[in-house]
């Protein structure tokens, strides 16, 4: 009859009366061994029924979430919200539970669409996401407000950008292309021209679609307005008090007098102090944003193949 212990059986000494030596590893002769004593401690059971109960918990855990949406009070009050900035008007009951309606049917979607992975290697997707965390990191930011001496600093040393840009009112006859036809309003509008620069009157006109009384606008706003970068540097070129043209713009074309030149001037700091504030905060907001950028950056290992 064998009397060694198990101990003694799975690795392999009997010497009476000698201190067994720790083995660092099993070999391979003595795992079976090693294995039926493992399994016979109550620790082992404790430890794969445990990781058991967790991975069932964490998947029923997982389904119980994808499959249950909740619209809690706040996302009602953001689609209602965003009904308002929309339409200029509260949405009424019905209105609000059709755009309940709407928001679980797309969070659904989204969900679904997830799960089979539509999302990976989109690259609307990816753009939105990253559009949507640097925004997170935007809101984050408080403002910071500078002292008044640094401020004017910087206002100094960015003055221009804060200059009243010269502007222009004018006069104007117009021919418009979609009536008469390109050839035909450009022939009437130089006849116009002709016979204005003699003192005569115009032959009769159509009815700009734009504002009937041009007045005081930078040469960005005519541009805008008249839908023509040369149309606008044509009325900021042009001589007051004389009729000159024509001109194409956008509509058609165009006979003008200026009635009022006003030249660009700079303004105090007085004057801009809340536009050169907000700008301020515009330019220490993206500085501090490239700054959050560079650290998060400090976290990566990046390898670039442009770059090898």
């Known amino acids: 009859m064998d009397n060694r212990s198990d101990r003694e059986i799975a690795f392999g000494w009997s010497i009476p009366g000698a201190i067994p030596p720790e083995p660092l590893e099993p070999s391979e002769s003595q795992l079976p061994a090693l294995w039926r004593k493992l399994r016979r401690e109550p620790l082992t059971h404790f430890l794969i029924l445990g990781a058991l109960i967790f991975v069932v918990a964490h998947w029923l855990e997982a389904r119980s979430t994808r499959y249950t949406v909740t619209v809690t009070p706040s996302d009602i009050t953001r689609i209602e919200n965003s009904y308002v900035q929309q339409y200029g008007a509260a949405p009424d009951p019905s209105q609000v539970r059709t755009m309940v309606d709407n928001y679980i049917r797309e969070e659904i979607y989204l969900r679904e669409g997830l799960a089979l992975g539509l999302d990976q290697n989109d690259e609307i997707v990816r753009r939105r996401v990253a559009q949507k965390y640097q925004f997170l990191q935007a809101d984050m930011a408080t403002p910071r407000v500078p002292a008044d001496t640094d401020l004017k600093a910087w206002f100094t040393a960015h003055q221009s950008q804060f200059a009243v840009p010269a502007k222009r009112s004018f006069d104007q006859v117009y021919f418009a292309i979609d009536q008469r036809g390109e050839a035909a309003a450009r022939a009437l509008a130089n006849d116009a021209a002709t016979r204005l620069a003699k003192g005569e ?88 944003n490239d700054e959050a950028y560079r650290q998060l950056l400090a976290r990566y290992t990046v390898d670039r193949a442009d770059r090898k």
Do not use: C, M, N, Y
């Open 201 to 288: 009157s115009a032959p009769a006109a159509d009815e700009f679609p734009g504002p009937k009384v041009i007045a005081r606008l930078a040469e960005d706003d005519v541009e805008r307005l008249f839908g023509g970068a040369d149309f606008a540097r044509a009325v900021f070129a042009a001589q007051p008090g004389k009729w000159v043209g024509p001109f194409r713009s956008g509509f058609g074309w165009h006979v003008l007098r200026v009635s009022e030149a006003l030249p660009a001037r700079a303004r105090s700091f007085e004057e801009a102090r809340s536009e050169a504030l907000a700008a301020w905060q515009q330019a220490d907001r993206l500085t501090r």
